[in-house]
């Protein structure tokens, strides 16, 4: 960002070291100009007339910084190529007071640009060509002094059109500079987005399209396009999810169909609950479709999730999809407590087993990759009766069996897991007894409660 | 012999290791044979804690072990199916086998 504030800045040097510091060569006289003037010899009105002529910029929302970087590369090839030029005459190094340049608005950023572009070229003549060189190199924006100085003397007719070409140069660089605008991405200008984007459909979404589709002036499509990367890398996050947990929700149903002991759970979204974890009190049917939607999506207490981004996008695009996630719309059973607690209860078993440290919310995606491990599934009914696969059936059979019950190396890892890391949250959260009560207990039954020194 | 925080702290662990039991859908009988071959954990004291869980989580517990009947129930029948389906196999595949 700009060191150097707008106002008025007599001391040469001392912008120069500021612009050093900040990198933002803007205003950078170097040292190496020792001309004694001062502000009042700047004609900054010559200044602005001048530039005036040539294009005029739209005032967009510019990160000063980004366009200072613009300038300098600009400036800077400006100037390499130019040192051999003209010899300007001291007038035209007096250093103008960058401030004009220096202000940060997006009117000026153009004027600035050429300044410097100018006083690159103007510079190199006028100092030594090594220091110019030097200058120029670093700080392109040395040349701004020249190059303001110059504006103010009328000799420079080679100079002007060599401004107004640097100008234009600069001007179209400017407005490319821009693409590196902040722009707020508010929900509904993500909606207007993730619209245009529907509307060109995901894969024919063209930065180019969207931004006329949207019709919003402030965005240019670089934004646009910086957007679309994350959308896109976003949705299929999203999908992969969904994909994982279609195939859990299948792999249910076949059991439903199966099993029919159990009409508690005739719908196949049972396993898309899991994630909602344990709240003791249900949540209502009706709502619920929407929220579970969105909920596995939402790691319960996970740091990283984007709480505010997570129900705008995936119901936005999933849900204009229609039916494809099966997921989706059934309700959860009637019996409640039961439709939540159960698969909750097995949706944590794959926790231990794959060696994670307890999560109190698991994730359909992170819990259920390969939903028929074999050994490893606590409930039986995820062996899919595929009823194509009857040839292999006597090793799922048999797998089928060991399925039952956790096997004891996973318990005992996860046993491990907790003795090791005591630190880790509760997997469950449930309340936790009171100790006085547990002491109390315990001395009833005649044991001392002191960790034992040996099993 | 134990003061009071490491008591707390031990509870606290019993605590834990039952909720990851819990997890691994166990039963009270379960957890404490795990806790006491895997923890080194007196099966009194995982029982007692267990108990003093289950009074203060009622309606956790009273869920979860209705949660188990039914898990066994459908395991058995799951199990049945099975059966049923690996005889049918069986019969089907030695008819592949001789033909």
């Given amino acids: ?455 | 012999m134990g003061d009071s925080s490491s008591s707390a702290s031990y509870i606290r662990m019993v605590h834990h290791l039952i909720e990851k039991c819990i997890c691994f859908n166990l039963n009270k009988e379960e957890c404490m044979e795990a806790l006491e071959k895997h923890a080194n954990i007196n099966p009194v004291v995982t029982s007692t804690v267990w108990k003093e869980l289950e009074k203060e989580n009622k309606e956790f517990f009273e869920t979860y072990n209705k949660d188990r009947a039914e898990r066994n129930i459908e395991a058995e029948t799951m199990q049945r199916i099975q059966k049923m389906l690996s005889d049918a196999a069986a019969s089907k595949g030695s008819d592949d086998d001789e033909s």
């Fill in chain 1, 1 to 455: 960002m700009l060191a150097v504030s707008p106002a008025l800045c007599p001391d040469i040097e001392e912008r120069a070291g500021v612009a050093g510091d900040a990198g933002m060569e803007v205003v950078g006289m170097s040292s190496d100009m020792e001309f004694d003037f001062s502000v009042d010899d700047i004609d900054f009105g010559d200044f602005f007339l001048r530039l005036e002529d040539g294009d005029v910029l739209p005032d967009l929302e510019v990160d000063p910084a980004e366009i200072f970087t613009d300038f300098e590369a600009i400036a800077t090839s400006g100037g390499e190529g130019v040192q051999d030029q003209e010899v300007p005459t001291v007038e035209l190094l007096a250093p103008t007071e960058d401030v004009g340049v220096v202000d940060p608005c997006g009117d000026v950023v153009g004027e600035e640009n050429a300044a410097f572009s100018e006083a690159g070229e103007e510079k190199g003549g006028c100092n030594h060509d090594e220091d110019a060189a030097e200058a120029n190199a670093d700080d392109g924006a040395d040349g701004a002094a020249a190059a303001e100085a110059k504006s103010s003397s009328p000799s420079s007719t080679t100079s002007s059109s060599q401004e107004a070409e640097s100008r234009h140069k600069s001007s179209s660089k400017s407005s490319q500079g821009k693409k590196k605008a902040k722009v707020d991405w508010t929900p509904e200008l993500h909606r207007r987005f993730v619209q245009a984007v529907e509307q060109l459909g995901i894969d024919k979404a063209v930065p180019s399209r969207i931004l006329e589709i949207m019709g919003i002036d402030s965005l240019t499509r670089h934004n646009i396009a910086s957007h679309l990367q994350k959308y896109r890398s976003h949705r299929k996050h999203m999908i992969a999810r969904e994909v994982e947990a279609a195939s859990w929700t299948q792999r249910r149903q076949i059991y439903a169909a199966g099993g029919g002991a159990v009409a508690k759970r005739p719908e196949s979204n049972v396993w898309a609950v899991p994630t909602i974890g344990f709240p003791p009190p249900p949540p209502p049917p009706h709502p619920a479709p929407i929220q579970h939607f969105g909920r596995p999506l939402h790691v319960w207490g996970h740091p990283t999730m984007d709480s505010s981004r997570v129900p705008m996008w995936p119901p936005r695009h999933l849900v204009p999809r229609g039916p494809a996630p099966p997921w989706v719309p059934p309700p959860p059973s009637p019996s409640d407590p039961a439709f939540w607690h159960h698969p909750y209860m097995r949706g944590p078993g794959h926790v231990p087993t794959q060696g994670t440290p307890c999560m109190a919310m698991p994730m359909p995606a992170a819990r259920f990759p390969a939903p028929p491990v074999p050994g490893l599934v606590p409930c039986p009914m995820y062996r899919p009766l595929t009823p194509q696969a009857l040839a292999s059936k006597n090793q799922q059979d048999a797998q089928l069996q060991l399925q039952v019950q956790p096997t004891s190396e996973s318990i005992d890892a996860a046993i491990g897991d907790v003795l090791s890391k005591p630190w880790l949250p509760l997997p469950l959260g449930l309340k936790p007894p009171s100790v006085d009560s547990v002491m109390g207990e315990l001395q009833r039954q005649g044991v001392a409660n002191v960790p034992p020194a040996c099993g």
